[in-house]
């Protein structure tokens, strides 16, 4: 499998519910793109521990700062960079929000509840748009060493929203990556894709292609539709249906082809 090392990207989580914050952690802990580098209920810790830790994303509630709301992100912003990813995950009026704004371009109001998984994913494609996100290929990957096909496909997954916590963004990745190597193998994806993905992997080819399958439903859900139709055309109006994994891996591997014409 490429199996590529990501550098995860660090949050601090400032939110006076303790619930909330250890459930979030949680979450987290279980994902390989992101990590907490602090989290605190006190309202005075959180420029402090922002300065300190740098985090590439803030999850703030803004109403542990009471009347001072605003405040708190005017002097955040003199005291850190501009690209810093925030979640505000309480009610702000009109002009709050554009105050905040204001401060920092990069901000996604998210009222409670959340899903989390989803807005991690969101807060962390936003987060890689404006920081310098390292990869690094696996020096034993068996399919390829073009990394630099690797960073092109992983960009275009971004793209597509596809979230790169589930099994399928990594089997999506290799296939293309393969597909764009061999594209002969598209004529029979079961044995010469799924099958070697999943024994690479420990899993059957039905598990591969499911997984598969699963990340691309999702990217169809989540991805802008004039993103898509610029990808797919024709292979997902609504007399056609959505593009089958063949479909969709080949559309790519194109993408990708056509990058280096």
Known sequence: MINLLYKRMSVLIADPDVDFTNHLRRIIAERTDVTVCASTTCADLVLM?????????????????????????????????SNLVIVVTAACNIRERNEIQNNFENTVF???????????????????????????????????????????ITVLLHE??????LSGYNYLRDAICMVVENPMILSNMHRRVYSIIGEKEGKKPANVEKSIRTAIEVSLLRCNPELLKEYFGYTINSEKGKPTNSEYIAMLADRYTLWLA
């Open 49 to 81: 521990l922002t300065c300190e830790k740098k985090p590439q994303i803030l999850i703030v509630n803004p109403d542990m700062f009471n009347a001072g709301k605003t405040a708190f992100f005017t002097k955040l912003r003199c005291s850190i960079r």
């Open 110 to 152: 998210m009222e409670k509840p959340l899903e989390l998984d989803f807005m991690l994913d969101l807060v962390r494609d936003l987060a890689i748009k404006n920081t310098d996100y390292c990869i690094e290929e696996e020096k034993d990957s068996k399919y390829t060493n073009n990394l630099y096909l690797v960073k092109k």
């Open 160 to 165: 597509l929203g596809v979230p790169a916590h």
